[in-house]
């Protein structure tokens, strides 16, 4: 069976996913000791999290009337469940996540970051041209920006400056 979302579906998914990202990096920072830069640099990634929820959000909301058009007949509203569930357990809450260092924090959240890139290409594959396609590219590009962000931190890191 095959499944076409829009972009508003995409973007409401995406949405979850920060406030998930923004809630793992809040309690990943409750677990880190004796380090308050690395507890500052996740609560800072917290709030990134959530600055992009407000990104997705207000793209979301540009959305014109044929990139919100419903693709299949969901009488019972069930769709709408099964992408905040989808949301929800593909990338954040997936996995256990190792949090007895700020390394093995970062080495998580690169591979999380990596994961929800996976995640949105093969939700744009699924997004019609019509349903707003190209705004997908928007996510993936804020999502690639805390790689960078996350990557340059373990190297930091490892090499001893901090």
């Known amino acids: 069976m ?32 004796g380090d308050p ?13 959530e600055e992009h929820e407000d990104i997705f959000s207000d793209i979301r909301k540009s959305l014109t009337d044929e990139q919100r058009k419903s693709t299949v007949a969901d009488l019972n509203n069930e769709a709408i469940g099964y992408l905040r569930s989808l949301a929800d357990t593909r990338v954040f809450f997936q996995k256990e996540i190792d949090t007895s260092s700020m390394e ?25 041209e019509r349903g707003g396609k190209d705004k997908i590219d928007q996510i993936i590009q804020e999502e690639m920006s805390h790689i960078r962000l996350l990557s340059q931190e373990l190297i ?7």
């Open 104 to 128: 093995e924090i970062l080495k998580a959240a690169i591979m999380t970051e990596k994961d929800s890139i996976a995640f949105y290409l093969g939700m744009k594959d699924m997004v019609p």
């Open 2 to 33: 095959s499944f076409e979302f829009n972009a508003d579906e995409v973007f409401e998914m995406a949405e979850q996913i920060e406030r998930n990202g923004a809630e793992f990096y809040r309690e990943a920072a409750g677990t880190v000791i």
């Open 156 to 162: 930091t890191r490892k090499s001893g400056q901090r």
């Open 37 to 49: 830069a690395g507890r500052d640099f996740l609560i800072e990634l917290a709030r990134m999290e």
